[in-house]
């Protein structure tokens, strides 16, 4: 029990500390900011990692059963998964005077991700639906 105090204390140090201790973009920030640094805010990186997890269960239940619901949370859920783990990629490889100019591509792809995909929802057949007529037989011609 004694060689866990340590860890025990940290882990209290840890869990007590405000987003404002926390250097980078919180809460209180401009929306652009928000919106133009999201893998530096505490907040989005916890919607990133539920976002994941959310797809990881979503994704199986809607190839099981294709409904239309379940495409239009996904077609929102994977672009902006993606959006926040792209903008980390950004920050980390990107030389520092072509980041705006990523930063700029990767909100420009998102959009245009999830207006196509929501697009395939409604006009087409959906997003599962095509998915599994990727592996079904071609339909014969008549």
């Avoid at 239940?61 to 239009?72: E, F, T």
């Avoid at 920050?91 to 005077?97: I, K």
């Avoid at 245009?112 to 007529?133: A, P």
Wanted: proline share 6%; net charge positive.
């Amino acid at each position: 029990m004694a060689s866990l105090r340590p860890a025990i204390r940290a882990l209290a140090a840890r869990r007590s500390m405000s987003t404002a201790q926390v250097s980078g973009v919180t809460p209180a920030s401009s929306v652009q900011e928000q919106i133009w640094k999201p893998d530096h805010a505490k907040q989005n990186m916890a919607i990133y990692h539920k976002s994941g997890m959310a797809c990881a269960v979503l994704t199986p239940l809607a190839l099981a059963v294709p409904n239309l619901p379940c495409d239009v949370v996904l077609s929102v859920l994977f672009p902006m998964h993606a959006y926040v783990g792209l903008h980390a990629c950004v920050s980390d490889y990107v030389p520092n005077n072509l980041k705006g100019a990523m930063r700029g591509l990767v909100l420009a792809a998102t959009g245009v991700t999830m207006v196509g995909m929501q697009v395939v929802n409604f006009k087409g057949d959906g997003m599962t639906r095509s998915t599994l007529k990727l592996w079904s037989k071609p339909e014969a011609n008549k």
